[in-house]
């Protein structure tokens, strides 16, 4: 599904920010992916997204090359793809039905049908009562529940979450990693980036820890 | 693109200009000013232009024919010449006729000095008044009509030609170089408008870019936007004109009536013929080229 090879990227010259990272996640995985500030995770996802280009390397996900991507086919690569911020990213003046919508909106998938997805999306994240509300409205976890059932609105094959727990509280932390594993369960593969220890210790999922743009762990079912 | 894309795109744009108040009425005044200043040169232009060929009209290059020349000769000087598209009109003007007039004009009520003559001491200056519609061809026409057999000579007016045929360059630059710049400013202000559209909206449009909208998708509600500046823009100086034209030609007829014979104006559906239609599409143009170049290069940053 997804699979690096010998990827590098460098921002200015001589400094690389991933230097030779090669991995490969399967379909149907569920991985996080962790370590320290500038450990290289934020430039990981923004290459899976192809919102950069390696320095040198290839990188394959869902059969395409991004490398070879033209600027073109770029936004038909994300849509098979949801993404999860942790600033969430919602539209402010727009309510939580809206939000989800858009999702939809930018695919130019007919109102008929967005009628019956973006309600099926936020029961599965448990908000079809407060569809009318604004981001305002709503609380930190509440919020991350909207941008969760806009990433899942499209059925994608993979889903990105950007450190998704680091503005919540505990309790509601549980609540977003529930709703990603479910995810998960109806097969779309996962990549989770984190600095909460406890959650990955706990969810026991595939670990990889990155340290200064190299890959220097990569263990299946932490704590098994 | 489907209807609901076109609805949400209305709608974007619509918002656009309103959360951007102040920058959209500034650019639509600015427009406007651009539209009306346009307005009035092409108008000035136009009438200038009419004015000028009217004269032209009145400027002819004079033919004589060779003695021998035969009736054959004189009457295929006039058919080649109507050939020519540059050509307005051939008038035959005949020896008696023209001795006629000349003796009206110099001698006037004094007949008595006109029975000095006992015959007609124009005799061989049969000729052709030929007109020409615009003042720049004659000399090509004189070149012509000299290569022409039997024609003995062709007097010309060359300061007259060179005079109005200049009059009608310098208005052309000048006009069109003050449009140019009008028309730079337009668009820079635009651009301006829909960069602070985007300024604003641009965790927005990050956003969009994040779950996969196309370029045209994100583009499309700034593109609206600035053609809409540009079609209110364009619209209030027309109608403006349309009604100001028609006053200020009928203020002129009568303040300067002394003008009257010299001055001819278009009337207002004859300028607004043309000046309606480009008007709208240089206002609407201008909003398209300003907002889609500006949105297209800060999407590819």
Same mark, same amino acid.
């Given at each position: 599904?997804?699979?690096?090879?010998?990827?590098?990227?460098?921002? &200015?010259?001589?400094?690389?920010?991933?230097?030779?990272?090669?991995?490969?996640?399967?379909?149907?995985?569920?991985?996080?992916?962790?370590?320290?500030?500038?450990?290289?995770?934020?430039?990981?996802?923004?290459?899976?997204?192809?919102?950069?280009?390696?320095?040198?390397?290839?990188?394959?996900?869902?059969?395409?090359?991004?490398?070879?991507?033209?600027?073109?086919?770029?936004?038909?690569?994300?849509?098979?793809?949801?993404?999860?911020?942790?600033?969430?990213?919602?539209?402010?003046?727009?309510?939580?039905?809206?939000?989800?919508?858009?999702?939809?909106?930018?695919?130019?998938?007919?109102?008929?049908?967005?009628?019956?997805?973006?309600?099926?999306?936020?029961?599965?994240?448990?908000?079809?009562?407060?569809?009318?509300?604004?981001?305002?409205?709503?609380?930190?976890?509440?919020?991350?529940?909207?941008?969760?059932?806009?990433?899942?609105?499209?059925?994608?094959?993979?889903?990105?979450?950007?450190?998704?727990?680091?503005?919540?509280?505990?309790?509601? &932390?549980?609540?977003?990693?529930?709703?990603?594993?479910?995810?998960?369960?109806?097969?779309?593969?996962?990549?989770?980036?984190?600095?909460?220890?406890?959650?990955?210790?706990?969810?026991?999922?595939?670990?990889?820890?990155?340290?200064?743009?190299?890959?220097?762990?990569?263990?299946?079912?932490?704590?098994? | 693109?489907?209807?609901?894309?076109?609805?949400?795109?209305?709608?974007?744009?619509?918002?656009?200009?309103?959360?951007?108040?102040?920058?959209?009425?500034?650019?639509?005044?600015?427009?406007?000013?651009?539209?009306?200043?346009?307005?009035?040169?092409?108008?000035?232009?136009?009438?200038?232009?009419?004015?000028?060929?009217?004269?032209?009209?009145?400027?002819?290059?004079?033919?004589?024919?060779?003695?021998?020349?035969?009736?054959?000769?004189?009457?295929?000087?006039?058919?080649?010449?109507?050939?020519? #598209?540059?050509?307005?009109?051939?008038?035959?003007?005949?020896?008696?006729?023209?001795?006629?007039?000349?003796?009206?004009?110099?001698?006037?009520?004094?007949?008595?000095?006109?029975?000095?003559?006992?015959?007609?001491?124009?005799?061989?200056?049969?000729?052709?008044?030929?007109?020409?519609?615009?003042?720049?061809?004659?000399?090509?026409?004189?070149?012509?009509?000299?290569?022409?057999?039997?024609?003995?000579?062709?007097?010309?007016?060359?300061?007259?030609?060179?005079?109005?045929?200049?009059?009608?360059?310098?208005?052309?630059?000048?006009?069109?170089?003050?449009?140019?710049?009008?028309?730079?400013?337009?668009?820079?202000?635009?651009?301006?408008?829909?960069?602070?559209?985007?300024?604003?909206?641009? #965790?927005?449009?990050?956003?969009?870019?994040?779950?996969?909208?196309?370029?045209?998708?994100?583009?499309?509600?700034?593109?609206? #936007?600035?053609?809409?500046?540009?079609?209110?823009?364009?619209?209030?100086?027309?109608?403006?004109?349309?009604?100001?034209?028609?006053?200020?030609?009928?203020?002129?007829?009568?303040?300067?009536?002394?003008?009257?014979?010299?001055?001819?104006?278009?009337?207002?559906?004859?300028?607004?013929?043309?000046?309606?239609?480009?008007?709208?599409?240089?206002?609407?143009?201008?909003?398209?080229?300003?907002?889609?170049?500006?949105?297209?290069?800060?999407?590819?940053?």
């Amino acid at each position: 599904m997804i699979e690096l090879k010998e990827v590098t990227k460098e921002y &200015s010259k001589g400094i690389a920010a991933l230097n030779g990272v090669s991995l490969k996640i399967e379909q149907g995985e569920f991985v996080f992916i962790v370590g320290d500030s500038g450990s290289g995770k934020s430039t990981l996802i923004r290459l899976l997204m192809r919102e950069l280009e390696p320095t040198s390397g290839s990188i394959k996900v869902m059969g395409r090359n991004l490398v070879k991507m033209s600027h073109r086919e770029i936004p038909y690569y994300r849509r098979k793809m949801g993404v999860v911020f942790q600033d969430f990213r919602l539209l402010k003046d727009r309510n939580v039905y809206e939000n989800v919508a858009f999702a939809l909106r930018v695919t130019e998938t007919p109102t008929r049908v967005l009628k019956k997805k973006v309600p099926a999306a936020l029961s599965l994240v448990g908000l079809a009562q407060k569809y009318k509300s604004y981001p305002k409205e709503l609380s930190g976890g509440e919020q991350q529940r909207v941008a969760i059932a806009r990433a899942i609105v499209n059925e994608p094959s993979i889903l990105i979450a950007d450190e998704p727990t680091g503005n919540l509280d505990p309790a509601n &932390s549980w609540e977003i990693m529930k709703l990603l594993e479910e995810a998960n369960n109806r097969g779309t593969t996962v990549v989770v980036v984190t600095h909460n220890h406890e959650i990955v210790n706990t969810m026991k999922k595939r670990v990889i820890t990155l340290n200064k743009g190299h890959i220097v762990s990569d263990v299946k079912k932490v704590g098994v | 693109m489907r209807i609901s894309t076109i609805r949400y795109t209305v709608k974007q744009g619509l918002k656009n200009i309103a959360h951007n108040k102040m920058f959209s009425i500034a650019s639509i005044a600015t427009m406007a000013a651009c539209i009306f200043l346009f307005g009035v040169f092409y108008s000035l232009m136009v009438n200038v232009t009419y004015i000028v060929e009217k004269a032209e009209e009145g400027v002819a290059i004079v033919i004589f024919f060779d003695k021998e020349a035969t009736d054959d000769e004189v009457a295929n000087i006039k058919t080649q010449l109507e050939k020519r #598209e540059d050509v307005l009109e051939v008038k035959y003007v005949d020896a008696d006729a023209a001795w006629e007039e000349f003796s009206k004009d110099y001698f006037g009520e004094n007949s008595d000095a006109q029975e000095g003559f006992s015959e007609n001491p124009l005799v061989n200056s049969d000729n052709y008044e030929v007109y020409m519609r615009s003042i720049e061809s004659q000399a090509e026409v004189v070149e012509f009509a000299e290569g022409l057999p039997g024609v003995r000579k062709v007097n010309k007016s060359d300061i007259v030609a060179d005079a109005l045929s200049n009059v009608n360059i310098l208005l052309a630059y000048v006009s069109g170089a003050i449009i140019l710049i009008l028309l730079i400013v337009a668009i820079f202000l635009i651009s301006n408008t829909v960069t602070m559209g985007i300024t604003v909206r641009r #965790e927005e449009i990050a956003i969009m870019k994040y779950i996969g909208a196309k370029d045209s998708f994100v583009r499309a509600p700034f593109v609206l #936007e600035g053609v809409l500046i540009g079609l209110i823009g364009a619209s209030i100086p027309l109608v403006v004109l349309y009604f100001a034209y028609g006053k200020t030609v009928s203020y002129i007829l009568t303040k300067f009536s002394i003008l009257n014979n010299i001055l001819d104006f278009l009337p207002t559906a004859e300028v607004y013929k043309t000046l309606l239609p480009v008007g709208l599409l240089l206002g609407v143009g201008i909003g398209f080229l300003g907002s889609f170049f500006t949105i297209k290069k800060h999407l590819r940053a």
